[in-house]
């Protein structure tokens, strides 16, 4: 499996920005994925998923603000982050995990990140956003 992921760059506050992330290489039907970022100063934060039902969920910092979808026909997840402010500002990289083995932070977009909660990662891409 691979997870290629784009579409990050620097932005003014409350800009917008539509990261994309191409996968390719599934060999089972049903993958839970989403969207992951960190800064250096903080935790690893688990930002939108979408369950192999499309089933949406996202941490409450980016409620309102970021869309998680996905394009079957094209094998491609974006997040659409809108009303970006400095906060924003972190790596961002796309996940994945076989359906029966997401855990409770793949399904909820709640807790801590580890890198075991996934086994698929793309490299990501850097989101900046100046105040």
């Known amino acids: 499996v691979e997870l290629v992921d784009s579409g990050g760059g620097s932005v003014q506050a409350g800009g917008s920005l539509r990261l994309s992330c191409a996968a390719s290489g599934f060999t089972h039907s049903r993958y839970c994925m989403g969207w992951v970022r960190q800064d250096p100063s903080k935790a690893r934060e688990a930002v939108a998923m979408v369950s192999s039902d499309d089933n949406a969920n996202y941490a409450d910092f980016v409620k309102g603000r970021f869309t998680i979808s996905k394009d079957n026909t094209k094998n491609t997840l974006y997040l659409q982050m809108n009303n970006l402010s400095p906060e924003d500002t972190a790596v961002y990289r796309c996940?994945?995990?076989?359906?029966?083995?997401?855990?409770?932070?793949?399904?909820?977009?709640?807790?801590?990140?580890?890198?075991?909660?996934?086994?698929?990662w793309g490299r990501g891409t850097q989101v900046t956003v100046s105040s």
């Open positions: 996940v994945a995990e076989r359906d029966e083995l997401c855990t409770a932070v793949a399904r909820t977009s709640r807790g801590p990140v580890t890198k075991a909660d996934f086994g698929y």
